[in-house]
């Protein structure tokens, strides 16, 4: 299976993602009232990004509160630095290492659009390391692509990749996704009680293919079709523009979304 690559982000990227990313904020936004965030907690947030879900946490939390965001992306880790603030502190770290916290220091930990990313066995540290930084009873909260259920893009480009002969190798990152039966399992292992697993659907709309793309490349933070040559991306991106010409509406392209929410805590003893 072909490892998700870190060192494929650049500044241009980063800034891409912090103008762009309103889908993974608003859905982010979703996962925190599900969460039941309130003022005075302490929450982690692993996988920040460019801080913005962050900054939000921090807001709802208040002063007698404080959030802590990480992210593996310095470049990201960057930017959300520019958000920090009194109760809001920034670094660069990895979901499946979260030794640099106390064991029972954190009320929530969350993961928003994080978990597609990590293998089967960084899954399983990174649940496993939340359950041990949370306070008894504290509260778990993520969303990720459901593998049962694929963005409804995905089979059109994967269709445009196989007509090419240029199949992601290990086709990653749809190898990582799991599962409704599997986020339990996985949540069960790690020593979770869980609340709720559900799959929400979610519409956005595009101006054009060149914004998907774009969209899709920032917040892969550069894997996205990054297995082919500049010529062969524009080959792909020619063949979607004609593909996705059905799918145009007065908004723009109507495109469908599926992710996994899951809300689990820990005992409370």
């Known amino acids: 299976m072909t490892t998700i690559s870190l060192a494929l982000d650049t ?28 003022r005075g907690q302490r929450v982690l947030d692993v996988g920040a990004g460019t801080g913005r879900l962050a900054a939000h946490v921090a807001e709802i939390v208040g002063p007698e509160g404080s959030v802590v965001a990480i992210d593996p ?56 390391e939340a359950a041990r930084v949370l306070k008894p009873g504290g509260k778990l909260g993520f969303n990720t692509q459901a593998r049962e259920r694929p963005h409804q893009i995905e089979p059109v480009q994967r269709k445009i990749l196989a007509e090419l002969g240029k199949e992601a190798p290990g086709a990653a990152p749809y190898n990582h996704k799991v599962t409704v039966d599997e986020v339990q399992t996985l949540l069960r292992r790690a020593g979770f009680i869980v609340d709720t697993v559900e799959i ?46 059905a799918w145009h509406t007065p908004q723009g392209i109507r495109l469908e979304r599926n992710l996994i929410f899951a809300i689990a805590h820990t005992a409370s003893n």
Request: charge should be neutral.
């Open 200 to 245: 929400r659907t979610f519409v956005d709309h595009a101006a054009d293919v060149d914004e998907i793309l774009k969209q899709s490349r920032s917040g892969s933070f550069g894997n996205h079709l990054s297995h082919l040559s500049p010529d062969e991306r524009r080959e792909v991106r020619d063949r979607l523009a004609k593909e996705l010409e």
């Open 11 to 38: 500044p241009e990227l980063a800034q891409a993602y912090e103008h762009g990313s309103d889908r993974q904020f608003n859905h982010g936004k979703l996962l925190i009232e599900a969460l039941g965030v309130r």
């Open 73 to 128: 992306l310095p470049l990201r880790v960057d930017i959300a630095r520019k958000k920090a603030r009194d109760n809001l502190t920034t670094a660069v770290g990895h979901a499946e290492d979260l030794s640099a916290f106390s064991a029972r220091s954190f009320d929530v930990v969350y993961l928003n659009s994080v978990l597609h990313w990590l293998d089967a066995l960084q899954k399983q540290r990174a649940l496993g």
